[in-house]
């Protein structure tokens, strides 16, 4: 059977559409406040139309505003744009800029921490059999040269004896704040531009009702990026991508970290609609029935 | 009688050369002209915006600030595009400015879906309940410009064309998510159902 007709998704949609349906009476009430409003506050007709801009906010006693008045908001929403676009456009360049200036240092400094019998090397590349990674690979580090005398093994096997450990914690710190606040981060993590550009994937992907290929993303993102870089948003798609699955368990989890992270998450409400909040009305109808 | 788009806007244009204190002849036959046009669209926009998410208790309030941006607007109105296009796109920035506030000041927790079946219901309206709640839940897990092509195309019944022109996409994009939307819901609706 066709999708475009299918008896049940029909019937569903007729009774959602019934039940919207207005009274009469509802509507002579609402026209009458709207008389009211109009008769309080005179129509000005020369204003400035402004199609796209969004409306006045205001519910039943939102004041109608005049001439003089709306001029004077969209003058001072258009500084307001210009000067919050700068403001972002000066972060997101910052933010580049720094990560291109970044030296590419080895990940242990030879001639601070290299000792007897230690290996370096360079880690093998991938196996061609391996799947391409979503994300663009990591940037490599600057190779080391093998030293005289020492043998060549993967940098992987070097850094996991604890000693060298210690040793790849002696990188020399760039900055003050900056280290303290991203020490939890994988060494050449993305950079804020980019988690955004991948989350943005991440989303479109979930839009477009490919829920596989967003948590892939998601996981790839959380392997490179900062933690808290938009971790709110991260984990609110991984909870709808989560649904679209059908993993109602995992969507949870997320959601659970979502609280934990920010308990009066903006996310809240749009998850509201999601599976997790179905699970809830469910287990809390179960509850009530008992 | 109807007044058609023409006169309507030959009497806007008369208004604009006279200015606010326009003779009350004039005045007297837009105010007849917004109450057409309501007479004839309120319902649509009310639905729209119970679609578009805004609660039963705050749906007068949202009427009442859509109608008279209506009121304030009409007499721009150019007839370029579908009235209730025009009137769509209205609603659609008071259903944003709500859910705005709404996330501002949150309102109590929803009531649960099934809340309603403890209550049996003669006019079917426990039916009409839960499939609003599907509806809501499902739109609840949309951007906004899908929940826009959900409730011109599936709910209110618009043709491609007309969603198109409301949502600023391109017919064929409109054409291939209204089938990708119908897939997604099904699949909804089923999982929903085996959950209870």
């Known amino acids: ?290 | 009688m109807a007044l058609g788009v023409d006169t309507h806007q030959r009497l806007a244009r008369a208004l604009s050369s006279t200015g606010p204190g326009a003779p009350a002849p004039v005045q007297a036959i837009l105010t007849r002209r917004f109450e057409e046009i309501y007479a004839e669209h309120a319902p649509f926009t009310w639905r729209t915006l119970r679609h578009l998410g805004i609660a039963p208790d705050a749906i007068e309030d949202a009427m009442q600030e859509l109608w008279v941006v209506v009121h304030r607007r009409h007499t721009q109105f150019e007839g370029r595009s579908d009235l209730r296009t025009w009137l769509f796109g209205i609603a659609v920035n008071v259903a944003r400015n709500h859910r705005r506030s709404a996330r501002r000041h949150p309102a109590p927790e929803p009531l649960p879906l099934t809340l309603a079946g403890e209550i049996p219901d003669p006019s079917g309206g426990e039916e009409r309940a839960q499939a609003t709640a599907l509806v809501q839940g499902f739109l609840g897990t949309l951007d906004e410009q899908r929940q826009q092509v959900f409730v011109c195309t599936l709910l209110e019944g618009w043709s491609a064309l007309e969603t198109a022109q409301a949502t600023g996409l391109d017919e064929s994009t409109v054409q291939n998510r209204v089938r990708a939307l119908r897939r997604a819901f099904k699949t909804w609706i089923e999982r929903h159902r085996r959950k209870t």
């Not at chain 1, 997101?92 to 590419?104: F, K, L, M, N, T």
């Not at chain 1, 606040?181 to 477009?208: C, G, K, N």
Request: with cysteine.
């Open chain 1, 1 to 290: 059977m066709s999708i475009d007709n299918d008896p049940v998704v029909v019937e569903v949609l007729r009774r959602a559409r019934a039940q919207a349906a207005p009274a009469a009476s509802d509507l002579e009430g609402v026209l009458a406040r709207v008389r009211s409003q109009i008769a309080a506050a005179p129509v000005v007709l020369h204003e400035v139309p402004e199609p796209d801009a969004p409306l006045a906010r205001g519910g039943a006693g939102a004041r109608v505003p005049g001439r003089g008045a709306l001029q004077w908001t969209a003058e001072l929403r258009r500084w307001s744009g210009t000067v919050l676009s700068l403001g972002i456009g000066f972060a997101i360049g910052v933010q580049y800029a720094d990560h291109r200036s970044r030296p590419e240092v080895p990940l242990v400094s030879p001639s601070a921490t290299l000792g007897a019998g230690d290996s370096l090397a360079m880690a093998p590349p991938a196996a061609p059999s391996e799947p391409m990674p979503l994300l663009e690979p990591r940037p490599e580090a600057t190779s080391v040269p093998a030293l005289p005398g020492r043998t060549s093994a993967p940098l992987d096997s070097a850094v996991s004896t604890p000693k060298a450990k210690r040793r790849s914690l002696a990188v020399p710190a760039r900055s003050s704040s900056r280290t303290r606040a991203t020490t939890a981060a994988p060494q050449e993590a993305l950079s804020f531009a980019q988690v955004v550009e991948r989350l943005e994937q991440a989303q479109r992907a979930e839009r477009d009702l490919s829920p596989e290929v967003a948590l892939r993303l998601l996981d790839e993102l959380d392997a490179h990026a900062d933690a808290a870089a938009l971790r709110q948003e991260r984990l609110a798609t991984r909870v709808l991508a989560a649904c679209d699955l059908g993993d109602v368990a995992a969507a949870q989890r997320a959601a659970r970290e979502l609280e934990t992270v920010d308990p009066g998450s903006v996310y809240a409400s749009r998850l509201g609609g999601s599976c997790i909040a179905l699970k809830a009305a469910d287990t809390s109808s179960v509850r009530s029935t008992r």
